[in-house]
């Protein structure tokens, strides 16, 4: 997730967070409902799965990772998941986008701990002849 993203939800500022949520002009019935919230529920990402139409596969796969002491075998419910989200990307393009992106930014970093890996070892090689 890029920083400008990370502050947003911070903030509260995030565009997503908000989406398809209604109003409420009475303070007192926003924390009744913020209250009844389950842990989970703060994060605005899973409200944020959890309002479009992969709702039912996004909390099987959830509830199966919950539930699992290996994570292998959530493989199905997380593979319906995310078909489920590439199917209906008018709302959840921008989730995968950020997503793809997140994971690529792990990737090159992975490759780069490699590259450094490799040169190191490579210099105390040189370094024992």
């Not at 539930?67 to 959840?92: G, H, L, P, S, W």
Request: some cysteine.
């Amino acid at each position: 997730m890029s920083s400008s993203t990370n502050l947003n939800a911070k903030s509260g500022n995030d565009p997503l967070a908000h989406q398809g949520e209604e109003s409420s002009a009475n303070p007192q019935d926003q924390n009744k409902s913020n209250t009844a919230n389950s842990e989970e529920d703060k994060c605005w990402v899973r409200r944020y799965l959890k309002k479009g139409e992969c709702k039912d596969s996004f909390l099987e796969a959830d509830k199966c990772v919950d539930d699992e002491d290996d994570v292998n075998k959530c493989r199905d419910a997380t593979i319906k998941f995310m078909t489920c989200m590439y199917a209906n990307q008018d709302y959840y393009g921008l989730y995968l986008g950020e997503k793809k992106a997140a994971l690529t930014r792990e990737l090159d970093m992975l490759e780069e701990a490699e590259a450094a890996a490799a040169k190191k070892k490579e210099s105390e090689e040189l370094k024992g002849k």
